[in-house]
């Protein structure tokens, strides 16, 4: 299995972007992953911050970014999305994009990641 993101890039605050994860199926199909989006900021750990289950039909977004970004996927295209709108200069970070059949209790595959720096 392999994930992809992409769609990084430099943004001024308050400017607007939107990831790509791409998924290529070995064994489990896209459908069977839950999606999540997680951040690392410079100097930072990993976090999630945005996760789907597999419908799509149900989000999770942490507190630093409700209201602001929106996680969807498209299962028919294999691939699923983060829209981030009003950026700021703390959201930057490298993004990466994982893969959970656990419905996000673990995740088991993921992708390389793309970096977005929010800086006027």
């Known amino acids: 299995v392999q994930l992809q993101a992409s769609g990084g890039g430099l943004v001024q605050p308050g400017g607007s972007l939107r990831l790509s994860c791409t998924f290529t199926?070995?064994?489990?199909?896209?459908?069977?992953?839950?999606i999540g989006w997680f951040r690392q900021a410079p100097g930072k750990e990993r976090e999630l911050i945005a996760d789907?289950?597999?419908?799509?039909?149900?989000?999770n977004y942490a507190d630093s970014v409700k209201g602001r970004f929106t996680i969807s996927r498209d299962n028919t295209k294999n691939r699923a999305y983060l829209q981030m709108n009003s950026l700021k200069p703390e959201d930057t970070g490298v993004y990466f994009c994982?893969?959970?059949?656990?419905?996000?209790?673990?995740?088991?595959?993921w992708g390389l990641g793309t970096l977005v720096t929010v800086s006027s």
């Open positions: 994982a893969g959970s059949l656990s419905d996000g209790r673990r995740w088991e595959v």
């Open positions: 199926a070995h064994t489990y199909s896209f459908t069977d992953y839950s």
């Open positions: 789907t289950f597999t419908s799509g039909l149900i989000t």
